[in-house]
């Protein structure tokens, strides 16, 4: 399966300023990859997916980075704002599709 | 619509009891997946099913963890008897068809003493 990591376990920023979480991958077959949300007592919600012939999506106040050269990924959340606060999972998918998640980042929005 | 439920949220037991959680994914979803969670880390797959077929178990401790989902639509994840390590969240999933969105439902936390 997939393996992906996260450069860092945590993250704060201020309200109104820019997030970027980062990832990497090490498998090159996956095809499709995914962000998940998962606010504290809930399961993971989906946000943003891109697919490998892609380099860059754009969501709601969210985009996602894809740069196949050297296996990484980012997200990057717009105005940040204190709902944001949660841990984020980058989720690579390959031709078993299965999912294979990292331990996440835990992004915290300061007042 | 609603969403996939679980239950119980909660659960404390004590270590070698029984302990069994109920999973009612959406409707329409052929593919049930559960998922282990240990504390600071991601979900870990343990089964997944499509429809009633268990096609991927082999995450699955079958000496003690067992599941099934007889009519296809709900499912139930049992561990017997419960050991102190099993202590995590137990998520289960749904999507409409395998490998497709996954959604998920809020969690079981289990608590072995």
């Known amino acids: 399966g997939e393996s992906v990591g996260l450069h860092l376990p945590t993250l704060s920023v201020q309200e109104g300023d820019n997030s970027i979480i980062n990832c990497a991958y090490s498998?090159?077959?996956?095809?499709?990859f995914i962000w998940y949300k998962q606010e504290s007592g809930k399961g993971p919600q989906f946000i943003i997916d891109?697919?490998?012939?892609?380099d860059k999506r754009q969501g709601q106040r969210v985009t996602v980075l894809l740069n196949k050269t050297v296996k990484h990924l980012s997200l990057q959340i717009a105005a940040t704002q204190p709902g944001d606060s949660a841990v984020y999972f980058c989720?690579?998918?390959?031709?078993?599709?299965?999912?294979?998640f990292g331990s996440g980042t835990q992004l915290t929005v300061l007042p | 619509e609603a969403g996939v439920v679980q239950s119980p949220r909660y659960k404390i037991i004590e270590k070698k009891q029984p302990v069994a959680f109920w999973c009612n994914p959406i409707?329409?979803?052929?593919?049930l997946y559960w998922y282990r969670q240990n504390l600071g880390q991601g979900p870990e797959l343990l089964i997944r099913?499509?429809?009633?077929?268990?096609?991927?178990d082999s995450q699955l401790p079958k000496d003690r963890f067992s599941a099934e989902r007889l009519k296809g639509v709900d499912s139930t994840l049992k561990i017997q008897p419960a050991e102190l390590g099993d202590s995590a969240v137990y998520l289960c999933?749904?999507?409409?068809?395998?490998?497709?969105?996954?959604?998920f439902g809020p969690g079981t936390r289990l608590t072995v003493l």
């Open positions: 999933a749904s999507s409409p068809a395998s490998g497709g969105e996954q959604f």
């Open positions: 498998n090159s077959a996956s095809d499709y």
């Open positions: 891109i697919r490998s012939n892609m």
């Open positions: 989720v690579g998918i390959g031709s078993a599709r299965q999912l294979t």
């Open positions: 409707s329409g979803h052929n593919t």
């Open positions: 099913y499509e429809n009633e077929e268990a096609v991927d």
